[in-house]
């Protein structure tokens, strides 16, 4: 299935195979979603590099994008969710696995409910399940990545301005003597720091 034919039957719910039962079409939407995941890191890349060269045209489309396929994600979630929910009835794996995604009990609900599948059926799904659970471990390493440079690159902006401008500290006052929150001036460096 190409991207386009993934989009479109994401966004139509057509998300079934004829030939395939509940563990197919499970298979098929975990299959999906691991394909999105992957689109998703390759994204968070060229965000991380918008960010790093400033191109911030570049970082805002990326964004959008990126976005999308986090709504296509979450419309997959929902039909596996549910998908696993039926197919996993019985011994209480449907009630579990309707927990935090990814949680403990979520990993042996699906763990325990696909033991009762046939060899084959429980082999692929299990493979697609631990394939989209490394995915989505990568991005959010990628994530938390991008979020500590942000952080440490504000830090340093934050000291060098409380370094030039010492007067200035973040800390406003009201004429009453009460803190405001401290608008940001704007101030143009001719050089790199």
């Known amino acids: 299935m190409n991207e386009m034919e993934a989009d479109n ?3 139509t719910g057509a998300v079934k195979r004829e030939d395939a039962g509940d563990g197919g079409q499970a298979a098929l939407v975990l299959h999906l979603q691991t394909e999105i995941m992957e689109k998703i890191a390759a994204i ?3 965000v991380r ?3 790093i060269n400033r191109q911030w045209a570049d970082f805002e489309s990326l964004l959008k994008t990126m976005n999308r396929y986090g709504d296509q994600f979450q419309e997959l979630e929902a039909r596996r969710a549910a998908l696993f929910s039926g197919l996993f009835e019985g011994g209480g794996a449907a009630a579990e696995n309707r927990g935090e995604a990814g949680g403990p009990e979520n ?20 493979e697609l399940y631990r394939n989209l659970k490394l995915r989505a471990l990568k991005a959010r390493m ?3 990545s991008l979020a500590s440079y ?24 009201s004429r009453r003597g009460a803190k405001v929150p401290a608008d940001m001036r704007s101030l143009v460096v001719n050089q790199s720091l």
């Open 142 to 144: 990628a994530n938390e």
């Open 49 to 51: 590099n918008a960010v």
């Open 107 to 126: 990993k042996a609900a699906f763990y325990r409910g696909a033991s009762r599948l046939p060899e084959a059926e429980r082999r692929e799904l299990a």
């Open 150 to 173: 942000l952080c440490e690159a504000k830090a340093t902006v934050d000291s060098f301005l409380d370094a030039a401008y010492p007067d200035r500290k973040n800390r406003f006052y």
């Open 9 to 11: 039957a994401i966004a």
């Open 44 to 46: 968070q890349e060229g």
